[in-house]
């Protein structure tokens, strides 16, 4: 009896691990893009935001996830072209856009959201269903883990070996580097800094789009203002934490998520912890990374610097 209770509290336990990674996994990802051409972009949080209340309210309207999605990501590349344009062609102060884009996202859904839904009834979508993968999700523990998930942790685990093979093994992933490192060897070469940063940025932003989407139509099946609750500050931490490598992204991102899953089992068990200590573990555990790691990372060089044309 024991043991099987053993095995239920960490099949269990392996499951919110991989499902609280999922979010966390494609904004970092999303992020690492926009970071290796050299812009810091702080609006992960707002854009996550916005790409969750879209998503639910296209999936609202609809009654179709893939309409849901598909929206969220819209959402998402239109707060990155706000963004570009603001810190690619204005030249604004990458801080201080970022945090800008993080304040309207935060009150223009709020808003939005008073006003689309005024009824006082809280709207419930229906979610992405659990699409286990035959004979490998009957593997003790992890095979429910790993292989029993729903569609948006299966495109964020893709997504780690698509950037991974886009940034190290194709053309356009050198040119985005070397973003990041030297932007005028790549304007010297007779190529668009400008083109391939709006590009960056845009992903970056669908991704983060996605993330959000991943919180309310892939798990809740509802909207809840500021929902993303500091998510896409910690994918920024993730980057940090992964040094800027997409397989090291994945595993900070399970291991942050690890965290938030055993506090949900230590209140589920009934284990006498104040829940407002574990609640905040995952973010005592990023400032704690981000202190002790900080002088170790190697990010782009150029990161957060506006380049200019001479």
């Known amino acids: 009896m024991n043991d099987l209770l053993v095995n239920t509290v960490l099949t ?23 970071e290796r051409a050299g812009i810091l972009n702080l609006s992960v949080e707002g854009t996550m935001i916005m790409g969750a209340f879209v998503g639910f309210v296209a999936c609202f309207a609809t009654g ?31 801080i201080i856009a970022g945090i800008a884009m993080n304040i309207l996202a935060s009150g223009l859904s709020l808003y939005c959201y008073s006003l689309y839904f005024n009824t006082g009834e809280l709207p419930v979508v229906s979610v992405f269903p659990v699409l ?55 304007d010297t ?7 391939r940063q709006y590009g960056a940025i845009l992903f970056g932003s669908a991704c983060a789009g996605l993330a959000g989407s991943a919180l309310t139509i892939a798990a809740t099946g509802r909207f809840v203002p500021d929902m993303v609750a500091g998510r896409g500050w910690l994918a920024i931490v993730i980057v940090i934490a992964g040094n800027w ?19 949900l089992q230590a209140q589920s068990q009934g284990i006498n912890v104040p829940y407002q200590l574990m609640l905040a573990l995952p973010y005592i555990a990023a400032l704690i990374l981000m202190i002790g790691n900080g002088n170790r990372s190697r990010g782009p ?10």
Do not use: H
């Not at 007779?190 to 083109?195: A, D, N, Q, R």
């Open 132 to 186: 286990p993968i035959p004979l490998l999700s009957e593997i003790p523990l992890v095979g429910e883990a790993l292989f029993s998930q729903k569609l948006p942790t299966y495109i964020g685990f893709a997504l780690v070996a698509l950037v991974s093979v886009f940034l190290y093994r194709t053309r356009p992933g050198l040119e985005l580097r070397c973003l990041g490192e030297n932007p005028r060897i790549i």
């Open 12 to 34: 269990g336990t392996l499951v919110a691990t991989i499902r609280i990674a999922t979010p966390l996994m494609i904004a970092a990802l999303g992020e690492l893009i926009t």
């Open 64 to 94: 179709s996830l893939a309409i849901g999605v598909l929206a969220a990501m819209l959402a998402g590349m239109l707060m990155g072209s706000i963004f570009a344009l603001m810190v690619v062609t204005l030249k604004v102060d990458q």
């Open 301 to 310: 060089a150029q990161l957060g610097v506006a380049y200019t044309r001479e």
């Open 245 to 263: 490598q997409p397989g090291r992204i994945m595993i900070a991102s399970v291991a942050f998520a690890c965290l938030d899953a055993l506090q």
């Open 189 to 195: 070469a007779g190529l668009s800094v400008t083109l």
